[in-house]
């Protein structure tokens, strides 16, 4: 499945949950490469920056 086929089914799958939400989704595209993709759906833009904010800061604080 390629870049803009997850990029779709991400969205489908958040508009079907039928409530603001965004995702973050990270895949392997071969062994040596990977690719993120970001959707939402309803949500407002400030949510979403303190969302994926908080998600790099903890995420960061875990790794180093």
């Known amino acids: ?20 939400s965004f995702i973050v989704f990270r895949f392997q595209k071969s062994e040596k490469e990977f690719g ?9 833009p ?7 904010s908080w998600a790099l800061h903890d995420f960061v604080n875990k790794k180093l």
Do not use: C, N, Y
């Not at 499945?1 to 603001?20: C, G, N, T, W, Y």
């Open 1 to 20: 499945m390629d870049q803009a086929e997850l990029q779709k089914r991400v969205e489908e799958f958040l508009k079907s949950l039928d409530i603001p």
């Open 46 to 52: 400030s949510v979403v920056i303190k969302g994926l």
């Open 36 to 44: 993120f993709i970001w959707s939402h759906h309803e949500a407002p």
